[in-house]
Structures are given as structure tokens and as C-alpha cells.
DNA sequence: TGAACATATGAACAGTTATTCATATGTTGC
DNA sequence: GCAACATATGAATAACTGTTCATATGTTCA
């Protein structure tokens, strides 16, 4: 016996978002999916942290943690306010908490 | 004068989850950051669909297809069923639901 | 202004990844 | 067994990505 399965080509299609909204997520979950950049954030769910601290922490090179700093900026996960020399980095909003929160439910299923 | 930011390494970086679950948190990530994985899973959210419609109604080729469900059965995302020469995919729970959600808050912001 | 420091950025390189092509595996019906 | 079909897979290629190095920008203080 058959089991349903989806043959309204059309109908599927429809349902699909757009494509710049696919393309606008894909370039979202991209940016969680490297290590250097999820423990950034993981550092900002402490607070806010200078980039050279974050840097050591990491044991990262400070270019390198620049570099990543600014796609979080690009895509509006971090904020930064500068302090003399010195800048700080913190997290946006709580989308970012949430969006880690809903993939680490995953991984520990 | 000086607002509050992170001076106590230690302290950050105890509150930082192991190495392992962030690579594995990164990994999982990375499989939404592409397209055609992405709009795959959407396919997936209306129902069940053999490799060969999906290929169709994407527009890819059915070779392209079959590599990427091969990262998604993988990481356990998705589920399959063969009947006779045909095999039909359906999402593996309701997590990818979630996780996409998610992200689509934050694109909508 | 100039030295010292913090961060940002461009170019280059190495590693990764998605697609394609060719082909293998697996299933059905004759 | 064999032809026809659906899917899977390995190798090769092109495009993308993260890091490094060198250097530029920006800030402070003397």
C-alpha cells in the first residue's frame, strides 16, 4: 500500500518562500556556522568584551577576531561602542541567544 | 566614565559550553547556510517527496540532490522510505521547524 | 607633532564546499 | 538474466571562506 506523498508540484512550489528570503536565511545560519564566530557570541552572552580580550581568550589573532566582528556587525548580531582606544563589542538583541538556544536543543536531542 | 565589560577571563571562559559541542553547534549550522539545503528542508515542511521531483521543482540536478540529502540524513534531519525503485524523503522531527523559525524571526526583525 | 596602542582592512594563501560528470548500486518487470 | 529506471557515490573543478601578514586608520598622551 501507498503512503502519501507530495505530486502538486505547484502547490509545493507555491508554499516556498522567495528566493531572496531563502538566499537571506542561508547567509543567517552560514554565519553560525563557524566556530570562531559562535564562540564570539557565546563570549558576548557574558557582556560586552574588548576585541583584544576576546582575541587572547580565544587564542585567536586579533585580525582574525576583527575580521569575523565585522560580519556580526554586517549582519546586525553584535553592536560596538568605542571607548578611547578601545572597542567593545556586545550582543544586538536576544534573536542571537535564541537562534543558539534552538540548535543546541538539536544537538542534545 | 567606564561601563561595565567583561574583565574576568576565567570566569568567561568557564561559562563557555566545551569544545566539542561548539563544533558540533557549528556544524549544524553550516548544513542550513546553503540554498539548496535550505530550500530542500522547505520542500520537506509540505511533505514527503522522492529525489527525482525535488530535483525538478528545484531545478537542480538529481545527482546535486542526492549529495545534499546525504548531508542531511547525516545529521539526522531527515528521514527516508524506499518503495520499489523510488525513495521518498520527509523531515526527521520537528527541530529543523524550529531552528528555521527561528531564523526567520531575525531576518523579519 | 610624534610615539604607543587598539582596531580595521586589503591581499594572498590554504582549506573547504557545492556542483557536475561519469558510473555504480539497487529495484522492477519481462 | 537483462533492460529500464531511480538513486547514490567518487573524482574533478570552480567558487567560497577563514586565517595570516602587512599596513592603514583612529585615539591618547606627552
Request: aromatic share 8%; charged share 30%.
Amino acid at each position: 500500500m501507498t503512503e502519501q506523498h507530495l505530486d502538486d508540484f505547484e502547490g509545493v512550489k507555491a508554499a516556498l518562500p522567495d528566493d531572496e528570503m531563502l538566499y537571506d536565511l542561508a547567509e543567517l545560519y552560514k554565519i553560525f556556522g563557524d566556530t570562531t564566530r559562535i564562540k564570539l557570541l557565546y563570549i558576548l552572552f557574558e557582556g560586552e568584551m574588548c576585541v583584544q580580550h576576546m582575541a587572547e581568550l580565544l587564542s585567536v589573532s586579533q585580525s582574525a577576531v576583527s575580521h569575523q566582528l565585522r560580519i556580526l556587525k554586517g549582519s546586525r548580531l553584535v553592536r560596538y561602542r568605542r571607548e578611547g582606544k578601545t572597542v567593545y563589542y556586545s550582543l544586538a538583541d536576544d534573536h542571537v541567544r535564541q537562534i543558539i538556544e534552538c540548535g543546541t536543543e538539536h544537538i542534545n536531542e
